[in-house]
Each structure stands twice: as structure tokens, then as C-alpha cells.
């Protein structure tokens, strides 16, 4: 511990007599300074034990004395060392009970001890105890470096926490908390979830201090990682800030868990480029062969039924340095999902496409949902109202296994497509087999083509020779039934007859081709304003 006025006083060599605060000894002292100043407050920074020999000051004035003292405490200043002997061989009564009234400890200096040895003596101890915390420090990052080797992450945690006498959590790239030491620690860290998240939004390296006197604890928070997106972050609560030897604890933590995380990175690099081979096996038709490259790594993920998800940004969104990436942002929260349920799930990044396998059923798919869901909330937020910023869409297979997955890729891109149109966030195929074909038809290219076949009926409809078109309409609607088709538009059949001949006519096609008839019904349901 740094040096205390007691200490000073029960010094030997020093012969130091309380006068003046004798209840106030226990308070540490950051340095020694002297100074024969009126008004050396502007040279203080607090914690000081101030010198003197009242060359300057009129100490034996008591309104005078209790100025100077009063501004002493209010810089800081932990106690007032007075040397006998020099300008006067005692101390001033003035002096004393104004130290009294304060109260600040007042220590008497025989003429015999010079300032300088106190000062040395200050300075030695700070010196002593500076050591004993890099000593310290030094132990516990062999003993955090030991655990890290023997016991993992959850080892590391545990001897973190009896090092700084507090608790700690580590998160992963989701923000969740994946460990914690002491157990109980668990529930604290989940309520700091927000702050991991906003913590993650900054650049690596990046930290944050959370609480203080008012709340239960003090935490910081660390990123870990060194890439521009932390991959994980620690969380380190205390009763009080951590002193030097504790934050040479917290330090070597940081350091061990990113050596940890990097390597984790490169793993997961390697464990992506065989997940892109296998997943190219898969839509080459090549399910044995993607087995065998598989191996172990991806668990029974393709033994059983799997989901294949295709997520691609929205053309025209741009990117922001805040808003980080979108997909990656969906890949990291797919990932944790799977490892929190111990699941397999095979992630492949392709170019502004993420290309992802997961079990059906699944807690990778169920957060895949989820994240879609709140991102699909966040759209219709004011904040988000005229901007387009870092949007993606999603499209999901159906259930499906290893021999049909080109299959499943060609469902999740016709999701994707759909839910592109349809300005969805995503999109899974049992709904475009479950919905209406007529959503698809609000395509602006199906329009154009609808706008185009229809074109010369309206122009005729125009001139007032007739209603083609909602004579075609009817017509069509009655499946040709010409008396139900004339009743419904309140004309003759023979009147109807000529119509439908003169549409024939006017498009130059033949009604009787049921292919015709077909993109006439879609065309007129492109172009009604009910749709």
C-alpha cells in the first residue's frame, strides 16, 4: 500500500510528533513537496504533504492562519509538516488550532530530520510499494496465463476474479455472455448487454466504464479483437477502481483473450474455405463427396434436415462507418445462436452474399427469424423514415437434406427474390407456396408487359366504340360462359360475341388458345387498381 502520514510518523528516523490531526493519519500521501510560499495552492495536485518553515507566513496570526490552512485542505493537501528549530522553535498556537478547527494533520519536524530525508522516505515507500504491484501484476499473469492453458477462457475468468476481488464476464461477437466467474456473476453481466452492443459499434480497441458509487458495482468493458469489428468483449466489476496491481491483472486478461480471439479468427477462416468447398459439393450434386470433406467439423448438420439461407445487401444501400456490416452483423448472431445450442451451422461468406446452412428447426434458423423480424420493426421506425442504409434481404428453403440442396439454394434465391419486391426483410418459401401468385405480379417489368398487351383496348375503350377491356374481363372471369359473362355486364351474348371477335382482331390473337387467355387474365390483374 502507497505510504500513509502514519507511516511517516512511526518512522524512526524521521522523529515526527502529531500536533494537529491525529485522527486523519491513515490518509495516503502521493508525494512530498516544500514550499516557503504565501499561496502555494496553484502548485498543488492534491494528496501532498506540504513542508514548511513559515519563512514567509505571519504564523502567529490567527485569522491569517486559518486562511492558509483552510485553502491547504480545500487543495487537497493531506497534511502540514512544520520544522522547529528554524524560524521558530515551536510551532505558533495559531497555527495549531487552526490545523485543529479544520482539522489537518499537523506534524511536527525536529530540527534534526531535514526535509530531504522525508522525502526519501516518502518517495522510497511509494517506490516499495509500486514494486510490490508490478510483482504482484507479474504473478497474477502467470497464474492468468496458467489457467488460460489448463482451463480455457472459464479458468481465465476464475482467477481474474479473485485477483481483482470483484467478478468477470467475457461476451462473444453477439453480445451474449457466454462465461462468468463466480456463477452468480452470470445475471449481472446479461443486464449489460446494451452497453457490450454499443461498446462493439466502436472501433478495436475500445472501452467503457459502467456504475460507480451510486450503483452495486464498478464495470469496465473491454473489446477484444484487434480487426475493425471486436469479436468478443470482457467485463470486469469491482467494489472500487482497480489499483496497479489489479489492472496489471485486468491488462494481461485483455491480452490473453485476444490471442485467444485471433486464433479463434483464424480458425473460423480456415473452418469457412472447407465450408465453401463443401457447400459447392452440395450444389454440384456431390453430397458423398461433401461428407467426406466435411468430416466432423459440421456435426450432423448434413445427416439431417437443413435449411439454406441466402442473404444479399439491398442495390443502392450504402454502408456506414457507425452502422458496421449488416451481414456480418447477421453471420456473428447466426453463429452464437448455433454454439449457445451447441448445434452445427455452416456459414460461407460469397462477395455481398451470405450463404448459410442450418439445422431445421434449429436455433440458428429461429435466430435468423428473430434478427430479421427486429430489423423489419426497425424499418418502419421514424429514425430509419427516407434512408436505406445497410439493408439486406433474406430468403429461406424449405426443409430439405444433402441430395436436393441445389434445390433449396434455387427456393432461398426465389425468397429472396420475392422478398426484394415485396420490401421484406425475408421471405421463406412455404409462403410463396402456402400465398398467391398475384403478389409477384406488382413487378414493374410485368406491368411494363401488361401496360403493353392491354394498350390497344384501352385506346379503342377510349374513342367510345365499345368496353373491350371490361368485356375481356368478364369474359375471362366466366371462363368463357358467354350468357353468365353477358348477364353479369348486362348485354346481349350475340353483343358479346362481337366484342370478344374484335378484341381478337385488335390484338391479333386468338382467344381459343388457352396460353393467351392466361396472360390476358394476368395482364388485366397487373394493371387493376385493386392490386
Known amino acids: ?94 497555527l495549531v488550532d487552526a490545523c485543529a478547527d479544520e ?41 492468468l496465463t496458467k489457467q488460460a492453458l489448463n482451463s480455457g477462457p472459464e479458468g481465465l475468468l476464475t482467477a481474474l476474479a479473485a485477483q481483482v476481488d470483484g467478478w468477470a464476464a467475457l461476451y462473444d461477437a453477439s453480445g451474449t455472455v457466454v462465461a462468468a466467474a463466480p456463477d452468480w456473476a452470470g445475471r449481472r453481466a446479461a443486464r449489460l448487454t446494451g452497453e457490450v452492443e454499443r461498446l462493439r459499434e466502436r472501433p478495436a480497441p475500445a472501452s467503457s466504464v459502467v456504475g460507480g458509487p451510486e450503483h452495486e458495482d464498478r464495470v469496465e468493458l473491454h473489446s477484444l479483437g484487434t480487426g475493425r469489428r471486436p469479436r468478443a468483449a470482457l467485463a470486469v466489476g469491482t467494489a472500487a477502481a482497480p489499483g496497479t496491481a489489479e489492472r496489471y491483472a485486468v491488462h494481461s486478461a485483455i491480452a490473453l483473450l485476444t490471442l485467444t480471439t485471433e486464433r479463434s479468427r483464424s480458425l473460423h477462416a480456415a473452418e469457412q474455405r472447407i465450408g465453401t468447398a463443401v457447400l459447392r459439393m452440395l450444389l454440384a450434386g456431390e453430397p458423398d463427396h461433401a461428407r467426406a470433406v466435411a468430416g466432423d467439423l459440421y456435426g450432423g448438420l448434413l445427416d439431417a434436415p437443413f435449411r439454406m439461407i441466402v442473404a444479399d445487401s439491398v442495390p443502392g444501400a450504402r454502408a456506414t462507418a457507425t452502422g458496421g456490416d449488416r451481414l456480418g452483423t447477421l453471420a456473428e448472431a447466426l453463429e452464437s445462436a448455433a454454439a449457445r445450442s451447441g448445434e452445427a451451422v455452416l456459414v460461407v461468406p460469397e462477395g455481398e452474399r451470405l450463404v448459410v446452412l442450418a439445422a431445421d428447426g434449429g436455433a440458428a434458423v429461429a435466430a435468423c427469424v428473430a434478427w430479421a423480424a427486429a430489423l423489419e420493426a426497425a424499418r418502419t421506425s421514424p429514425e430509419h423514415a427516407g434512408t436505406d442504409e445497410d439493408e439486406i434481404v433474406v430468403g429461406l428453403s424449405a426443409p430439405t437434406g ?50 403493353g398487351l392491354l394498350r390497344p383496348l384501352y385506346e379503342h375503350d377510349a374513342t367510345g366504340r365499345g368496353d373491350l377491356v371490361a368485356s375481356l374481363r368478364a369474359w375471362l372471369s366466366r371462363h368463357g360462359q358467354w350468357d353468365a359473362a353477358a348477364a353479369d355486364l348486362g348485354v346481349h351474348r350475340h353483343t358479346l360475341r362481337y366484342r370478344m371477335r374484335r378484341v381478337e382482331e385488335i390484338l391479333g390473337r386468338s382467344l381459343d388458345d388457352p396460353d393467351v387467355r392466361m396472360e390476358l387474365w394476368l395482364a388485366l390483374k397487373a394493371t387493376s387498381t385493386d392490386q
Open 1 to 94: 500500500m502507497p505510504p500513509t502520514l502514519a507511516s511517516l510518523v512511526h518512522h524512526s528516523a524521521l522523529k515526527l510528533t502529531v500536533r494537529a490531526g491525529a485522527d486523519r493519519l491513515d490518509v495516503p500521501v502521493r508525494w512530498a513537496h516544500v514550499s516557503e510560499l504565501a499561496d502555494p495552492v496553484p502548485y498543488m495536485e492534491g494528496g501532498e504533504l506540504l513542508l514548511i518553515t513559515a519563512l514567509k507566513l505571519d504564523a502567529e496570526d490567527p485569522e491569517a492562519m486559518r486562511r492558509y490552512v483552510r485553502r491547504l485542505a480545500g487543495a487537497g493537501v493531506v497534511g502540514l509538516g512544520f520544522a522547529v528549530g528554524v524560524n521558530y522553535e515551536e510551532i505558533p498556537k495559531a
Open 103 to 143: 482539522p489537518l494533520p499537523l506534524l511536527e519536524v525536529p530540527r534534526r530530520t531535514p526535509f530531504l530525508a522525508i522525502s526519501k522516505a516518502v518517495s522510497a515507500a511509494i517506490a516499495a510499494d509500486q514494486y510490490r504491484a508490478v510483482t504482484a501484476g507479474f504473478a497474477a499473469q502467470r497464474e
Open 402 to 451: 444433402p441430395i436436393a440442396a441445389a434445390a433449396a439454394y434455387k427456393q432461398a434465391e426465389q425468397s429472396l427474390s420475392v422478398a426484394r419486391r415485396r420490401g421484406r426483410v425475408l421471405v421463406e418459401h412455404e409462403q410463396l407456396a402456402a400465398g398467391s401468385v398475384l403478389p409477384l405480379l406488382a413487378d414493374d417489368a410485368v406491368k411494363a408487359f401488361a401496360d
